[in-house]
């Protein structure tokens, strides 16, 4: 992960649990936890606020839209590489 873009962290729950100690409401967070293998219908967001609205979360809003980046590398079960990412360096 990177936030503001400078280095922040990996997707560990340590990381993750920094990233978002001081945001209000605290979003749930799903992480990686250094698991090996996940399902290929996998479909969870990393960050979430329950009952999102734009208008009242905008810090949260603020951060997945500007601030934050994350980039997961990963390989398929014959060999290939990919690289998966949200967010891009501010202009």
Sequence with gaps: MMLDSAPF????RVS???LRKDL???PHAVTL?????LDT????FLLRIDSYDPA????FRDLIEHRLQIEIQYSSLYGERFTAGH???PD
């Design 9 to 12: 962290g990996d997707l560990s």
């Design 16 to 18: 993750v649990d920094k």
């Design 24 to 26: 209000s409401p605290r």
């Design 33 to 37: 936890g250094g698991q090996p293998f």
């Design 41 to 44: 219908d996998y479909d969870q």
């Design 56 to 59: 009242a979360h905008g810090e």
């Design 87 to 89: 967010g891009h360096p």
